[in-house]
């Protein structure tokens, strides 16, 4: 790599490539805040990603083609010419302006070669697998939910020259840049609010992976994939055990699946996983919950279940109707957690495990009574419960003060007994925050515990029975962590609650004069 010289003339260090990139990366959002047709980072990201996107699938079938070519065999491109990137972005003086925006966004338009044709969206929303490569597919379908929002073509250009000068065929580039992307995503989820409903911390993430451990062989889904958090650490976590070509083809073609209708998250979803190096992602973008309960047989079912289904929202009549009668909500979550047992295999998996399934669910499912009881009480009798973490209030900060907790369950058989273990917060520290998220290291404890249970300060069992005589209420309090007036001596606990009645009172009789003042 060259070195750079100083304005004095002394030798700078070597940018690395994560320098780089980063740099990169900024420079082409600086020149993105100019253009009068993006509104923030929820414009600029996807906008950037899609520009990424030609320029991976460029350089990854230039590669293809060229191992092809050295097998004799004959190469069957997914974007044909003139619409590859080398045709009409890879040219840093290369068409711009209005000429690059009608080309782009055009239905038919005169194309770099200067023959009329589609436009580029067009071509690639026409696109469809039936040469026989699956990825024309996936191509098709990410770009019909994208859209250009850029006024400026010049500034497009300038944005094409920079994602130009990534290398997407080199592994150490490859790295970082998805480790960029995460960060991209990061900021992203933080600019959504609302619209952030699809993030899970990456610590509660890798946590939930790392327990459940897929093995390579296993077919792993996220039934509400969002931008593919946990399909890209299960993708991480299967590719420590890739050991021959073999196992890199199975890999590649039959371990991870998705589903995100949301055309926004779907083009991320797809962009982040062929960063970290899935070829041709399998993500449905259609809703997990639109096929009928009772139709989802053997063949879809999977080895492994990895998820934070969306909660609190409303599903249509049309959706509660694929579910059985007696057990049809609205509660998004109570639906997804219908479908992720229906579609868990029965039987023992290759590794020879028993299908298994970790699921982030509200409190409300632990304590709900009615259709959510229900539910419950089919979960427990047809699958084993045999953990839940109760996570701290904080966790999913700033996208939702709801408390979250961890369901861990398998096709093993009825649940017995239900470990409960609570998720402490480490000294020093009050409660989690934006600026002060959970980390993965915070879950040492109850890693170190996984393995080796037994009852303590955070951890305690629970028959079955005793939840079934409780209606299924799944919101078990701890009974060995103490309460503070537990912790005084009788005289004291007393005195604080007379104290805090007569705080209370005050308050109240300060309100009843105000309000008397008022009138």
Known sequence: MARTKKKNGADAAPMTTSQMLGS??????????????????????PLLTWIMFLKFLDDLEQQR??????????????????????????????????????????????????????????????LSSSNGDNRRDVIATVFKGVDNRMKSGYLLRDIINKVGGIHFTSSDELH???ALYESMLREMRDAAGDSGEFYTPRAVVRFMVEVTDPRLGETVLDPASGTGGFLVEAYNHL??????????????????????????PYLLCQMNLLLHGLDAPQIDPGNALR????????????????????????????????????????ETALLFLQLIMRKLKRQPTLAGRPARAAVVVPNGTLFGDGVCARIKEELLKSFNLHTIVRLPNGVFAPYTP??????????????????????????????????????????????????????????????????????????????????????????????????????????????????????
Not at 24 to 45: C, E, F, H, Q, W
Not at 240 to 261: F, H, W
Request: glycine share 8%.
């Open 239 to 264: 590719e420590k055990q890739v050991k021959t070509v073999a196992d890199r083809k199975r890999l590649q073609d039959d371990s991870i699946a998705g589903c995100e209708p949301k055309s926004l």
């Open 291 to 330: 096929f009928k309960l009772t139709e989802i047989g053997e063949k879809e079912r999977v080895d492994v279940i990895l998820t934070n289904p969306p909660f609190g929202g409303e599903e249509e009549k049309g959706i509660q109707g694929n579910f059985p009668e007696d057990r049809q909500t609205a």
């Open 24 to 45: 990169l990366l900024k420079s082409a959002r600086d020149i993105m805040r100019k253009d009068k047709g993006l509104n923030g980072d929820l414009d600029r990201l």
């Open 402 to 519: 709801i408390p979250t907790n961890l369901l861990f369950f398998d096709s093993s058989g009825p649940t017995k007994d239900i470990w409960f273990v609570e998720h402490t917060i480490p000294e020093g520290r009050k409660h989690y925050t934006k600026t002060q998220p959970l980390k993965y290291p915070d879950f040492e404890p109850c890693l170190n515990w996984w393995n080796r249970r037994e009852v303590n300060e955070s951890a305690w069992m629970v028959p079955v029975s005793e939840i079934r005589d409780a209606n299924y209420n799944l919101d078990q309090r701890n009974p060995n962590k103490k309460s503070l007036v537990d912790e005084l001596a009788p005289a004291e606990a007393a005195n604080r609650i007379l104290q805090s009645e007569r705080e209370i009172l005050a308050i109240l009789e300060g309100l009843v004069n105000s309000m008397s003042e008022g009138s």
């Open 65 to 126: 083609e060229e191992e092809t070519a050295l097998s004799g065999k004959k190469f069957k491109a997914a974007i044909e010419a003139p619409y590859r990137w080398r045709d009409w972005a890879a040219d840093p003086q290369g068409i711009t302006g209005d000429e690059l925006l009608s080309f782009i966004n055009s239905d038919e338009a005169v194309r770099s070669d200067g023959t009329k044709g589609l436009g580029l969206f067009a071509y690639l929303r026409s």
């Open 176 to 178: 970082t840049l998805g």
